[in-house]
């Protein structure tokens, strides 16, 4: 299985300032052929299913506002929240689709500080 | 606009089989596209995907629960299953049904989830 792991595990950023998440994994999930990242970013508020933020490592889904950004490649990757805004605050986790068993990262609590 | 509802039984009982549907609305599963997944949460942990199924009956599962898990589709009431085996205290948790589209593991929309507790 494809290991995924993020960190750091939680962060407090100030409203308005930006927060990085970070994650890594344990193989190499980009598809040379189609070079195309198999990554995801989700983002899950208390009581709620996961919301897909990005696809494709980088690729921001409709009505997901632009200061949700992702980046990176092959075995590292990023999410960034351009300026954190009160209704940021979440579990963000990221999620391999390169190959089953599809994985995801254990999580990181943002919160306002 | 897709939407998905999980339904079964919140409470089962050691050694018995869990079974849960998802109800598709906003697009027809015989229409293809969508893979239809399963994917379960204990609280505080991170999503564990279950497995897959497509229009056709094609399956992809966990390794780990493969013997105990199976799913199916009807597509005259466009919607599918899961059923799992055996179940312990372990198997508790949110279960999410899921659709995705363009690839087999992006998961989007999910449905609200349902809580199922393993107990006697």
């Known amino acids: 299985d494809i290991v995924m792991t993020q960190s750091p595990d939680s962060l407090a950023v100030s409203l308005g300032e930006r927060a990085t998440i970070n994650c890594k994994s344990s193989?190499?999930?980009?598809?040379?052929?189609?070079?195309?990242?198999?990554l995801s970013w989700y983002q899950q508020k208390s009581g709620h299913p996961p919301r897909l933020l990005i696809s494709?490592?980088?690729t921001r889904e409709s009505g997901v506002p632009d200061r949700f950004s992702g980046g990176g490649s092959g075995t590292e990757f990023t999410l960034t929240i351009g300026s954190l805004q009160a209704e940021d605050v979440a579990i963000y986790f990221c999620?391999?689709?390169?190959?089953?068993?599809?994985?995801f990262g254990q999580g990181t609590k943002v919160e306002i500080k | 606009q897709v939407v998905l509802q999980e339904s079964g039984p919140g409470l089962v009982k050691p050694s018995e089989t869990l079974t849960l549907n998802c109800s598709v609305s906003?697009?027809?599963?015989?229409?293809?596209?969508?893979?239809w997944s399963w994917i379960r949460q204990q609280p505080g942990q991170r999503p564990e995907w279950i497995g897959y199924?497509?229009?056709?009956?094609?399956?992809g599962y966990k390794p780990s629960l493969m013997g105990r898990v199976s799913m199916s589709v009807d597509t005259s009431t466009n919607q599918f299953s899961l059923r799992l085996t055996s179940v312990t205290a372990t198997d508790t948790a949110v279960y999410f049904c899921?659709?995705?589209?363009?690839?087999?593991?992006?998961?989007?929309?999910w449905g609200q989830g349902t809580l199922v507790t393993v107990s006697s």
């Open positions: 494709w490592a980088s």
């Open positions: 199924i497509y229009y056709t009956g094609a399956t």
């Open positions: 999620q391999q689709y390169y190959s089953t068993p599809y994985t």
């Open positions: 899921a659709g995705a589209l363009g690839a087999t593991g992006r998961f989007d929309p």
């Open positions: 906003g697009v027809s599963i015989a229409s293809g596209g969508h893979y």
């Open positions: 193989q190499s999930i980009l598809t040379r052929s189609k070079n195309k990242n198999y």
